[in-house]
C-alpha cells in the first residue's frame, strides 16, 4: 500500500510542492521540542521528503550519519545496503541505521521517500546512544499505527494551506512515528519500579475524583459513576479516600454537601429549605435535615433561624 500516490497527493509531482512540504517539515523540525526516554534525551535534527529518482546507476554512493537515521519509503520500492546487508523495504515500513554506519541505497523504479535523523544525548547533554536490537535494528519496520500515522502526517503536509493547529498536529504525528519506530528497535534495560510510584497514583487518583465530585457535587454521584471515572474498582477508590483524607467517597461526598448547604444559609439565611437541599445535591430536604442534626444536633430550618437573628 503506497503512502504517497499520483490520485491523492497529486500535487507532490510538482517540484513547488515538494519545496513547500520540505519547508513544513523544516518549521516542525526547528519548533519540535525534546522528548526524554528513560536516561535519553532525544531531539529531531532533520527531517527530509524526496523522490527517489536515483537508479542502480545513479546511487547515492555509501555514506553515514553523525545521528541516527530512519528511512521511511512512502512509495515505490527502495534497496539499503547496510553493513554489507542488502535489505528491501517498501511502502510504509522503515529502517533505523545508526550513527556512523555507512550505508547507501537504490530505487529502481523512482518513488517517495521520508528522511529522519535523530539526536540522541543523555541527561547531561553528552552524545549518548541508544539501546540497539541487534536482532531487531536491520529488520523492517511495519505496523497498521505506523501506516495511518504517516498517511495523516502525508495528508496535511500537502495541504495548500497551514495553520498553528495543522501543525500541532503534523508536530505530534512526527513525534509518534519517532517514538513507535525506536521502540521496535530499542531494548532498555528493566529498572525496579521507584516505591513511590505507586502512592502518587494514588494521589493522582484522589485529586482527579475529589475534582469531579466537587464539580458535580449537584448531581447524582453514584458509586459505579465514580469507579469508572477513576479507572479503577469501586473497593479500591474506596481504600484511596480512607488513606487521603480518612473517609469513605460517599462520606466526603455527603459532607461537601453539608458544608455547601451551610454556606448558603449563612449567604441567605431566608433561603427555602428545599431549594437548598436540591441545589446541593441531596434527594430531598428530609436528607439535609438528617445531615445537619448529625453535625450541628439542630436541623437547617432553625439553623437559619439562628442566622437570621444574628443578622
Same mark, same amino acid.
Request: net charge positive.
Given at each position: 500500500?503506497? +503512502?504517497?500516490?499520483?490520485?491523492?497527493?497529486? =500535487?507532490?509531482?510538482?517540484?513547488?510542492?515538494?519545496?513547500?512540504?520540505?519547508?513544513?517539515?523544516?518549521?516542525?523540525?526547528?519548533?519540535?521540542? /525534546?522528548?526524554?526516554?528513560?536516561?535519553?534525551?532525544?531531539?529531531?535534527? $532533520?527531517?527530509?521528503?524526496?523522490?527517489?529518482?536515483?537508479?542502480?546507476?545513479?546511487?547515492?554512493?555509501?555514506?553515514?550519519?553523525?545521528?541516527?537515521? +530512519?528511512? @521511511?519509503?512512502?512509495?515505490?520500492?527502495?534497496?539499503?545496503?547496510?553493513?554489507?546487508? #542488502?535489505?528491501?523495504?517498501?511502502?510504509?515500513?522503515?529502517?533505523?541505521?545508526?550513527?556512523?554506519?555507512?550505508?547507501?541505497?537504490?530505487?529502481?523504479?523512482?518513488?517517495?521517500?521520508?528522511?529522519?535523523?535523530?539526536?540522541?544525548?543523555?541527561?547531561?547533554?553528552? $552524545?549518548?546512544?541508544?539501546?540497539?536490537?541487534? !536482532?531487531?535494528?536491520?529488520?523492517?519496520?511495519?505496523?497498521?499505527?505506523?501506516?495511518?500515522?504517516?498517511? =495523516?502526517?502525508?495528508?496535511?503536509?500537502?495541504?495548500?494551506?497551514?495553520?498553528?493547529?495543522?501543525?500541532?498536529?503534523?508536530?505530534?504525528?512526527?513525534?509518534?512515528?519517532?517514538? #513507535? @519506530?525506536?521502540?521496535?528497535?530499542?531494548?532498555?534495560?528493566?529498572?525496579?519500579?521507584? !516505591?513511590?510510584?505507586?502512592?502518587?497514583?494514588?494521589?493522582?487518583?484522589?485529586?482527579?475524583?475529589?475534582?469531579?465530585?466537587?464539580?458535580?457535587?449537584?448531581?447524582?454521584?453514584?458509586? !459505579?459513576?465514580?469507579?469508572?471515572?477513576?479507572?479503577?474498582?469501586?473497593?479500591?477508590?474506596?481504600?484511596?479516600?480512607?488513606?487521603?483524607?480518612?473517609?469513605?467517597?460517599?462520606?466526603?461526598?455527603?459532607?461537601?454537601?453539608? /458544608?455547601?448547604?451551610?454556606?448558603?444559609?449563612?449567604?441567605?439565611?431566608?433561603?427555602?429549605?428545599? /431549594?437548598?437541599?436540591? #441545589?446541593? $445535591?441531596?434527594?430531598?430536604?428530609?436528607?439535609?435535615?438528617?445531615?445537619?442534626?448529625?453535625?450541628? $444536633?439542630?436541623?437547617?430550618?432553625?439553623?437559619?433561624?439562628?442566622?437570621?437573628?444574628?443578622?
Amino acid at each position: 500500500m503506497h +503512502i504517497v500516490s499520483k490520485a491523492r497527493h497529486a =500535487q507532490l509531482w510538482k517540484p513547488s510542492a515538494i519545496t513547500v512540504s520540505n519547508a513544513r517539515l523544516s518549521d516542525l523540525v526547528i519548533s519540535s521540542q /525534546e522528548f526524554q526516554v528513560d536516561s535519553l534525551r532525544l531531539n529531531c535534527a $532533520g527531517c527530509h521528503l524526496g523522490p527517489g529518482i536515483f537508479t542502480n546507476k545513479q546511487k547515492p554512493g555509501m555514506h553515514l550519519h553523525d545521528e541516527v537515521q +530512519i528511512e @521511511i519509503p512512502l512509495s515505490g520500492h527502495f534497496y539499503f545496503t547496510v553493513e554489507d546487508k #542488502e535489505i528491501p523495504l517498501g511502502a510504509g515500513q522503515a529502517l533505523v541505521i545508526p550513527p556512523h554506519t555507512p550505508h547507501d541505497w537504490n530505487t529502481p523504479r523512482g518513488g517517495f521517500m521520508l528522511g529522519i535523523l535523530i539526536k540522541v544525548k543523555d541527561l547531561l547533554g553528552t $552524545g549518548a546512544n541508544l539501546p540497539f536490537s541487534l !536482532k531487531k535494528r536491520q529488520r523492517p519496520i511495519e505496523s497498521p499505527t505506523l501506516t495511518s500515522h504517516l498517511q =495523516q502526517l502525508m495528508d496535511l503536509l500537502v495541504r495548500r494551506s497551514s495553520t498553528p493547529f495543522t501543525q500541532a498536529i503534523c508536530s505530534s504525528l512526527l513525534k509518534a512515528l519517532i517514538a #513507535e @519506530i525506536l521502540d521496535s528497535v530499542c531494548v532498555f534495560p528493566k529498572k525496579a519500579q521507584p !516505591k513511590d510510584t505507586n502512592q502518587l497514583r494514588k494521589n493522582l487518583i484522589f485529586e482527579q475524583t475529589s475534582a469531579f465530585i466537587k464539580s458535580n457535587i449537584n448531581h447524582a454521584l453514584q458509586a !459505579k459513576e465514580l469507579s469508572i471515572q477513576a479507572g479503577i474498582g469501586f473497593r479500591q477508590l474506596t481504600r484511596i479516600f480512607l488513606n487521603s483524607c480518612g473517609e469513605a467517597p460517599h462520606q466526603y461526598i455527603l459532607r461537601l454537601r453539608f /458544608e455547601q448547604a451551610r454556606a448558603l444559609i449563612d449567604k441567605n439565611p431566608l433561603k427555602p429549605i428545599k /431549594e437548598i437541599a436540591y #441545589e446541593c $445535591g441531596f434527594y430531598s430536604p428530609s436528607h439535609l435535615t438528617t445531615t445537619f442534626k448529625k453535625n450541628l $444536633g439542630i436541623s437547617p430550618r432553625a439553623y437559619a433561624t439562628q442566622m437570621t437573628r444574628r443578622k
